[in-house]
Antibody, heavy 117, light 108 residues
Framework: QVLLQVSGPGLVKPSETLSLTCTVSGGSISGYYWNWIRQPPGKGLEWIGSIYYSGSTDFTPSLSSRVTMSVDTSKNQFSLKLNSVTAADTAVYYC???????????WGQGTLVTVSS | EIVLTQSPGTLSLSPGERATLSCRASQSVSSNYLAWYQQKPGQAPRLLIYGTSSRATGTPDRFSGSGSGTDFTLTINRLEPEDFAVYYCQQYIKSTRTFGQGTKVEIK
């Protein structure tokens, strides 16, 4: 079956860039939207943005100035970069697959990223 | 930005009872773009319902979604032990694709 695996540093210093990669195994990255969603500890969900397999992107306005997403179809991976992070960016970051932007039917396991010096 | 307000915050019920969860939007949402998720502790959310009332693959038929405009409902008939969790609604038509704050369904 299709699995999504998030990888990247679990600790990022304030003002630096958070970088995560989601690897898709057991299926193709083509034909789908690929999403990043985060959840601060003990809080609710926030959609960060989506990237189509062709590379078109859509970001939530509050983060759009700090977010970059990319897709590498040859590696079946897509990535998130969030720059100028603060403690408010501490969260579990999930990747997910959807047929339309923003509503993943398949999720990765999530990874906790802590912003701290 | 469309704000989704879920109620109640916590629902205390016994197995076998019916759960009715509400999601109210600050402005009208197309029925095609309203989803419900279930999240258990330490796990990623799981899509239950999309397009207001369509069950995702693997969603038991005791889960049903309904509503239109600004008022949407997730109903769980005959609660099973594995249904006790947090439930989120989400609209995914507008650029912010916002989630509600969640309703916790706990064992009474």
């Amino acid at each position: 079956q299709v699995l999504l695996q998030v990888s990247g540093p679990g600790l990022v210093k304030p003002s630096e860039t958070l970088s995560l990669t989601c690897t898709v195994s057991g299926g193709s990255i083509s034909g789908y939207y690929w999403n990043w969603i985060r959840q601060p500890p003990g809080k609710g969900l926030e959609w960060i943005g989506s990237i189509y397999y062709s590379g078109s992107t859509d970001f939530t306005p509050s983060l759009s100035s700090r977010v970059t997403m990319s897709v590498d179809t040859s590696k079946n991976q897509f990535s998130l970069k969030l720059n100028s992070v603060t403690a408010a960016d501490t969260a579990v970051y999930y990747c997910g697959r959807s047929r339309v932007p923003g509503a993943p039917g398949l999720w990765g396991q999530g990874t906790l990223v802590t912003v701290s010096s | 930005e469309i704000v989704l307000t879920q109620s109640p915050g916590t629902l205390s019920l016994s197995p076998g009872e019916r759960a009715t969860l509400s999601c109210r939007a600050s402005q009208s949402v197309s029925s095609n773009y309203l989803a419900w998720y279930q999240q258990k502790p330490g796990q990623a959310p799981r899509l239950l319902i999309y397009g207001t009332s369509s069950r995702a693959t693997g969603t038991p038929d005791r889960f049903s979604g309904s509503g239109s405009g600004t008022d949407f409902t997730l109903t769980i008939n005959r609660l099973e032990p594995e249904d006790f969790a947090v439930y989120y609604c989400q609209q995914y038509i507008k650029s912010t694709r916002t989630f509600g704050q969640g309703t916790k369904v706990e064992i009474k």
